[in-house]
């Protein structure tokens, strides 16, 4: 504030005697004039030398000394307009530069602004005001309505309507129910609930985006310290062209005219409101930029290296089937196995609950529950010892665990295995799945110049290579220890400028070797946050294709507009030397030069057209309902495979009950979802993406579903007729059911990806 008043006051003083003294000279009284010109000179030549000694305390020498060459000089030939003008413009010149910075930094300075001071804590029943500072974990909060969410909490009372663009960027409201969590920095937009806090505030996100916005703010780019370098040649340039122009014409006023149009640089105030200017983008994108030097390496990046679990898959594995031992019910097994699982707080156990409750299981409560870390959860279910993890509890291994362990290997899906009274009852089959938006992510980076991806993951081979395979990556190292996942980083870092992704404790230590380290903070580790030179503050990866066009788009600016403003400072320099360009006048360009390089800088706040595509708003409201019902339909979808699996087995009358539950769900849901995709979704990508063929493919898609479903119906009527599956019909039927589970998962898929995840963006 103090530096700001003085500018302004600076600024206002040196108008008003330049403006005062032009008064005078228009009055006749020219030597009064003359004076109060050599006095804002004077005055102007004071401020000039203090940042002058300032800079040479710290090691630099910059053009700000061309500026005191250039007053002194104005001075001592008596062309005290031109002095006036060259103070004018120094003041102007820091005047432009704070405003530039200052609106760059708006985005980061209003996260300070909002940040919770105060909680309402329950005490005996009644919400007080307390500090935030006083909560602790475990306190039940009140958040009404339109306040800020203090510290990091679940939801106690639901559920919670809950405004998180602060964090995200992202502008809709999200519906969180009882038990979910909540963090610190979001705006409660719906009534009031209540919630229990489990981080104190300085431990809570919020506090954490904020000491990174510090952090942001407190660097030098490159591009920046580049500029002092150039100043660094720069100077002496002038003095000898202002040396020169005084040797050949013997006349000091040329020298003088040289030194003019040289005060100050564009490059020194073009370069840090370009950068400043990115750092307040990507904050606007939910991506907090570790300073200036983070920002200019990720917009030089040529390599992004990628950890695979909860960066390029979601990080929340889901089951895919339960297989159970001969003799064994699958229902059986996996209400056995999530009874013990909910007691866990292990994100398979989580899985596990989940896909229980999903199939409607009554869980029964277990006893002598033991979780061991890193092996499984045992317990007693209704008399049964059950375990639940890793290995098998037999000593030796069966055919069947064998074949399952190399059906698991070939599908790339992890394995619980499932133990009762010490012998193994089955298997569940889980897969982490790779995120929407991750495909299209990758390809946006690579449109912005990353020329190589390679996935890092501690995974197996055969799972890692699945996911590389659909991503389309370079290369894919599995197995990797944290101690083999810096080799590789340090590996391409020293072949191109690289970006490491990730967001475990493990990967800290490659973070930190990676030129560029990106933690994906919403749910990464503190470790991996503070290691990295970048956090993405939401749950998204495709926020750093949005940096990095930021980043990209930030540096070309701060390098065009210095380099601009350097080639018309020259330019005027030159014509000045000859004598074609008086002081005064060269004063006024130079002034010009100033305020069109800071305007042009300034143009990195402006969002850029990048590597996203647009869509509009009732396009994406389109998006957002049909991602929705696929989201309510894909647990479905099991159904069918598992039908397929259940009628070798079953009799004609259970295969005819399958049948038509099978049948049943795809007439009366799932067709009139594809059909509405058809009628509605599709013209209005056609139109977002530039005509019918980018729907093509998924219009042939849904044609093939119409045909398996009308080929099911005939299977249906036939059956009806039968009073149950002939045995003659299973072997097609059985094709039907397998080939329309593989088209429909694959055309979910498909549509997530190259549709859904435009809504994300």
């Given at each position: 504030?103090?530096?700001?008043l003085?500018t302004?006051?600076?600024?206002a ?14 009055a ?12 804002v000179?004077?005055l ?6 203090g940042?002058?000694?300032s ?13 005191v060459?250039?007053l ?6 008596g ?9 004018v413009m ?6 432009l530069?704070?405003?530039a910075?200052?609106?760059a930094?708006?985005d ?8 919770p001071?105060s ?15 006083q909560?602790c ?5 009140l958040?009404?309505?339109?306040e800020?969410?203090p510290?990091?909490?679940v939801?106690a ?7 998180e ?8 409201p999200?519906?969180r ?10 705006v409660?937009?719906g009534s009031?609930?209540?919630?229990r806090?489990t981080?104190t ?5 919020y ?10 703010e ?7 310290r580049?500029a002092d ?6 100077l ?5 062209l ?7 014409s ?7 005219a040289?030194?003019?149009v040289?005060?100050?640089c564009?490059?020194?105030?073009a ?8 750092l ?14 983070s920002l200019e390496?990720?917009g030089?990046?040529r390599?992004l ?10 990080g ?11 003799g064994?019910r699958a229902?059986d ?24 409750r999903?199939h409607r299981?009554?869980l029964?409560q277990?006893?002598a ?7 499984g ?16 509890t037999?000593?030796t291994?069966?055919p069947?665990?064998r074949?399952?362990r ?8 992890m ?6 009274d ?9 897969r ?19 020329e190589?991806?390679?996935m ?5 081979a055969?799972?890692?290579e699945s ?11 599995a197995?990797?220890s ?8 340090r590996?391409?870092a020293?072949?191109?400028?690289s ?5 475990g ?7 930190a ?7 994906m903070g ?9 290691a990295?030179?970048v956090v993405l503050t939401t749950d998204?990866l495709d926020?750093?294709a949005d940096?990095m ?10 390098v065009?507009s210095?380099?601009a403003?350097m080639?018309l400072?020259l330019l005027a320099m030159?014509v ?7 002081p005064?006048?060269g004063?006024?360009?130079?002034e010009v030069?100033?305020v ?11 969002p ?5 595509t647009?869509?509009?708003a009732?396009?994406?409201s389109?998006l ?8 309510s339909l894909?647990p479905p979808l099991?159904?069918i495979?598992?039908?397929a ?11 005819l ?26 013209p209005?990508m ?8 980018v729907?093509m493919?998924?219009?042939r ?17 036939l059956?009806?007729?039968d ?8 072997e ?15 055309h979910?898929d498909q549509?997530?990806?190259a549709?859904?995840?435009?809504a994300?963006?």
């Amino acid at each position: 504030m103090v530096r700001r008043l003085g500018t302004v006051a600076f600024l206002a003083v040196t108008t008003c005697g330049l403006l005062a003294g032009g008064a005078l000279h228009l009055a006749s009284a020219d030597s009064t004039g003359d004076l109060l010109w050599a006095a804002v000179t004077g005055l102007a030549l004071v401020p000039a030398t203090g940042w002058v000694i300032s800079a040479l305390r710290s090691g630099r020498l910059g053009v700000d000394a061309i500026a005191v060459l250039a007053l002194a000089g104005a001075l001592a030939v008596g062309e005290y307009l031109a002095g006036a003008l060259i103070g004018v413009m120094l003041a102007t010149g820091r005047a432009l530069e704070d405003y530039a910075l200052r609106r760059a930094r708006r985005d980061l300075t209003a996260l300070y602004e909002r940040a919770p001071h105060s909680a309402r804590r329950y005490r005996d029943g009644v919400p007080g005001l307390v500090g935030v500072d006083q909560v602790c974990p475990g306190d039940l909060l009140l958040v009404p309505p339109g306040e800020t969410v203090p510290v990091d909490g679940v939801i106690a009372t639901g559920p919670a309507l809950l405004d998180e663009s602060a964090l995200t960027g992202e502008s809709i409201p999200v519906k969180r129910t009882t038990g979910q969590s909540a963090r610190s920095g979001v705006v409660n937009a719906g009534s009031a609930f209540d919630l229990r806090a489990t981080r104190t505030a300085a431990e809570s996100t919020y506090a954490a985006v904020v000491r990174l916005a510090r952090q942001a703010e407190a660097d030098s780019a490159p591009v920046v310290r580049l500029a002092d370098r150039f100043a660094a040649w720069f100077l002496p340039a002038a003095l000898l062209l202002a040396g020169a122009a005084w040797l050949l014409s013997g006349q000091p006023v040329r020298a003088v005219a040289v030194l003019v149009v040289a005060t100050p640089c564009p490059l020194l105030l073009a370069a840090p409101a370009a950068i400043a200017s990115g750092l307040s983008r990507t904050a606007r994108h939910g991506v907090v930029v570790k300073g200036g030097g983070s920002l200019e390496r990720l917009g030089q990046a040529r390599t992004l290296i990628v950890d695979k679990t909860g960066t390029l898959t979601a990080g929340r594995p889901r089951v895919v089937d339960v297989v159970a031992a001969p003799g064994v019910r699958a229902d059986d097994l996996l209400r056995w196995a999530a009874a013990v699982d909910q007691m866990s707080s292990h994100v398979l156990a989580a899985a596990i609950v989940a896909a229980a409750r999903v199939h409607r299981a009554e869980l029964p409560q277990p006893t002598a529950v033991v979780e061991r870390p890193g092996t499984g959860t045992a317990g007693v279910v209704q008399g049964h010892r059950i375990e639940v993890g890793k290995a098998t509890t037999s000593s030796t291994s069966s055919p069947w665990e064998r074949a399952q362990r190399a059906r698991a290997a070939l599908d790339g899906a992890m394995t619980v295995w499932v133990g009762v009274d010490g012998e193994t009852a089955g298997v569940i089959l889980l897969r982490d799945a790779v995120r929407p938006d991750a495909a299209r992510t990758l390809r946006r980076l690579r449109t912005a110049g990353i020329e190589r991806v390679v996935m890092l993951t501690g995974d197996r081979a055969e799972v890692a290579e699945s996911v590389g395979t659909v991503l389309g990556v370079d290369q894919v190292l599995a197995e990797q220890s944290p101690a083999d996942k810096v080799r590789a980083v340090r590996q391409e870092a020293a072949r191109a400028v690289s970006v490491m992704v990730g967001d475990g404790i493990n990967d800290a230590p490659a973070l930190a070797a990676a030129d560029v380290g990106v933690a994906m903070g919403a749910r990464g580790s503190a470790a991996s946050t503070q290691a990295a030179d970048v956090v993405l503050t939401t749950d998204r990866l495709d926020r750093l294709a949005d940096a990095m066009d930021v980043a990209r788009r930030s540096r070309r600016i701060a390098v065009q507009s210095a380099g601009a403003g350097m080639a018309l400072s020259l330019l005027a320099m030159i014509v000045a030397a000859a004598g074609a360009l008086p002081p005064a006048p060269g004063a006024l360009l130079q002034e010009v030069i100033d305020v069109a390089v800071i305007l042009n800088a300034l143009r990195a706040l402006r969002p850029g057209r990048g590597t996203r595509t647009v869509v509009d708003a009732p396009t994406e409201s389109l998006l957002r309902r049909f991602e929705t019902e696929h989201s309510s339909l894909r647990p479905p979808l099991e159904m069918i495979r598992e039908s397929a699996d259940e009628m070798a087995g079953a009799s004609p009358q259970e295969a005819l009950g399958r049948l038509r539950e099978v049948h049943a769900f795809l007439t009366e849901r799932l067709l009139p979802h594809e059909r509405a995709e058809e009628r509605r979704l599709y013209p209005a990508m056609e139109r977002a993406l530039g005509g019918p063929e980018v729907t093509m493919t998924m219009s042939r898609a849904h044609a093939e579903i119409e045909r398996l479903v009308r080929r099911l119906g005939r299977h249906l009527a036939l059956a009806e007729d039968d009073g149950g599956v002939r045995p003659e019909r299973l072997e097609d039927l059985y094709a039907c059911l397998y080939g329309l589970h593989a088209v429909l998962l694959l055309h979910f898929d498909q549509e997530e990806e190259a549709y859904f995840s435009l809504a994300r963006q």
